[in-house]
């Protein structure tokens, strides 16, 4: 089984920016950790982070056909992007949205996902934990198929 890992806008910046928030580790660390448990649980993850909205959507439509799931953290573009959204809506594909923060204790601007309504569910405030829990959930679903 495959499942993609994809990074939206800022997580690049993961270890420096607003640590109380976000942690102080890397996205490459996190990466790391979310491939080696993916391995030791018969998954291959795939990882993807991309500050550019265009190519994060260009990446899903590439590689929908290949994976059985995608985890997605798309940063702020969780608010605002409709064409992000309208990609996941048209991809078909179970896609789980991830956020480290817990958006809904935040800033009033945070509350609203665009991308909660094509999502097959959402994960927040969990930290780094919330992605193992997300790959969990593909591995559960696909053992109960
Ligand atoms: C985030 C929350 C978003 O509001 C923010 O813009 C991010 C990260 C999170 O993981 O908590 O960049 O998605």
Not at 58 to 85: E, F
Request: with cysteine; charged share 25%.
């Amino acid at each position: 089984m495959k499942i993609l890992i994809v990074n939206g806008p800022n997580l690049n910046a993961l270890g420096q920016r607003e640590r109380k928030i976000y942690g102080a580790e890397t996205l490459e660390e996190l990466e790391n950790q979310w491939i080696s448990y993916g391995a030791s649980n018969g998954v291959e993850v795939v990882v993807f982070q991309s500050n550019i909205e265009g190519e994060i959507i260009d990446y899903l439509y590439k590689m929908k056909d290949s994976v059985s799931g995608i985890i997605i953290n798309p940063g702020a573009l969780t608010h605002y992007s409709y064409s992000l959204r309208d990609c996941i809506s048209a991809i078909e594909k179970d896609v789980l949205e991830v956020h480290l923060s817990n958006i809904d204790k935040r800033e009033e601007f945070r509350k609203l996902s665009v991308i909660t309504p094509v999502s097959c569910g959402k994960i927040t405030g969990l930290g780094k934990e919330g992605y193992i829990l997300a790959i969990n959930y593909f591995i559960l679903k696909n053992e109960n198929k």
